[in-house]
């Protein structure tokens, strides 16, 4: 065993309930990204987004529900309707797992601050009720990138 496995090991009992339940969804997702092993990755796109929206909400200093709470919200199944075509966005862009979460955190990222300027509160509904101008608001910030296939190098960076 690694040291840092050791390390996370040994902090588990000192986690309370909630940072346990936070805990086991990153997990979730990282392992969704990453395959499980044998190279084959077979994951919900919409809890990869979903936590994604919950990173960078917390990244910004704010609060943010569960996954499962998201799951549960009243704007949930409109959400998941938007999820395919962002997805065929993000396979477009690149065909890497890795690269695409990172795009998309990139995404998520440009839409809250861009969401910021209307001047309401921002909520997790309010982004995932606008999760399908990600592909315009990263052609606004990257003109052309996705069209001839450069936006995967802002990866490589």
Not at 24 to 43: V, W
Not at 52 to 57: D, E, L
Not at 85 to 91: F, H, N, Q, T
């Amino acid at each position: 065993m690694s040291s840092d496995l050791r390390e996370i090991v040994d902090r588990l009992p000192h986690l309370s309930a909630g940072e346990l339940d936070q805990l086991f969804e990153r997990i979730k997702a990282l392992r969704q990204m990453g395959g499980n092993g044998n190279g084959h990755a077979k994951s919900d796109d919409s809890d990869v987004i979903l936590d994604t929206i919950i990173r960078v909400m917390q990244s910004n200093g704010l609060t943010c529900p569960y996954l499962k709470q998201l799951r549960q919200r009243r704007n949930y199944t409109s959400f998941k309707e938007k999820v395919p075509a962002l997805m065929d966005y993000l396979k477009k862009v690149s065909t890497n797992r890795l690269e695409q979460s990172v795009i998309l955190d990139l995404g998520v990222g440009l839409l809250y601050h861009d969401i910021k300027h209307w001047s309401i509160p921002m909520t997790d509904s309010l982004i995932m009720n606008n999760i399908h101008r990600i592909p315009a608001i990263m052609d606004v910030h990257f003109p052309g990138y996705a069209r001839s296939g450069m936006l995967k190098m802002l990866v490589k960076r």
